[in-house]
T-cell receptor, first 113, second 109 residues
Framework: TAGITQAPTSQILAAGRSMTLRCTQD?????MYWYRQDLGLGLRLIHY???????GKGEVPDGYSVSRANTDDFPLTLASAVPSQTSVYFC????????????FGPGTRLTVL | GQNIDQPTEMTATEGAIVQINCTYQ??????LFWYQQHAGEAPTFLSY??LDGLEEKGRFSSFLSRSKGYSYLLLKELQMKDSASYLC??????????WGAGTKLIIKP
């Protein structure tokens, strides 16, 4: 069972370029999340989706957009990357939104120059 | 504001016991999670507490005091593979997780 996968594993991106980070889960989980993790800081929620067709903003949504066309996929798009978006990005899912265990993907390491 | 505090780094000896503390302040409360994260890897779930008291799961136990806004993770019979960061996260009234920066645990032989 794959669980939750992310692509690419790592990427170097020029400032001003756009990029989509992909996330796919095969657990039929309703809720999905995007976090960024920066050294010395806790994971910070960017966007979330409690069910297919709905999305919501987290703590740090500016500069990012998401879509949830189906249950399995939850892509994160950076429309015009800036160096402050250099981070490790984790996608996660849980069976439902709420106080359920979240399962994390392996992460995407993004460097914006 | 919302805040999670936990020590940045701790060192312990193989075979010993270590307690990692976490204090939290959130808008509402819907439970306290602990995750383990090895370097370069994704976080993995360890425990969830929503009621006061101790939850034991093998070598790991987690405690919660809601009145004090306090939790700890207790690791017994430490093994070298327990070297990792331990992340404390509290769920607020909107069911969003507020994460601490993590405690890096170093195990020495």
């Amino acid at each position: 069972t794959a669980g939750i996968t992310q692509a690419p594993t790592s990427q170097i991106l020029a400032a001003g370029r756009s990029m989509t980070l992909r996330c796919t889960q095969d657990m039929r989980h309703n809720a999905m999340y995007w976090y960024r993790q920066d050294l010395g800081l806790g994971l910070r929620l960017i966007h979330y989706s409690n069910t297919a067709g709905t999305t919501g903003k987290g703590e740090v949504p500016d500069g990012y957009s998401v879509s949830r066309a189906n249950t399995d996929d939850f892509p994160l798009t950076l429309a015009s990357a800036v160096p402050s978006q250099t981070s490790v990005y984790f996608c996660a899912s849980s069976s439902e939104g709420g106080n359920y265990e979240q399962f994390f993907g392996p992460g995407t390491r993004l460097t914006v120059l | 504001g919302q805040n999670i505090d936990q020590p940045t780094e701790m060192t312990a000896t193989e075979g010993a016991i270590v307690q990692i503390n976490c204090t939290y302040q959130t808008s509402g409360f819907n439970g306290l999670f602990w995750y383990q994260q090895h370097a370069g890897e994704a976080p993995t779930f360890l425990s969830y507490n929503v009621l006061d008291g101790l939850e034991e799961k093998g070598r790991f136990s987690s405690f919660l005091s809601r009145s004090k806004g306090y939790s700890y993770l207790l690791l017994k019979e430490l093994q070298m593979k327990d070297s990792a960061s331990y992340l404390c996260a509290a769920m607020d009234s909107n069911y969003q997780l507020i994460w601490g920066a993590g405690t890096k645990l170093i195990i020495k032989p």
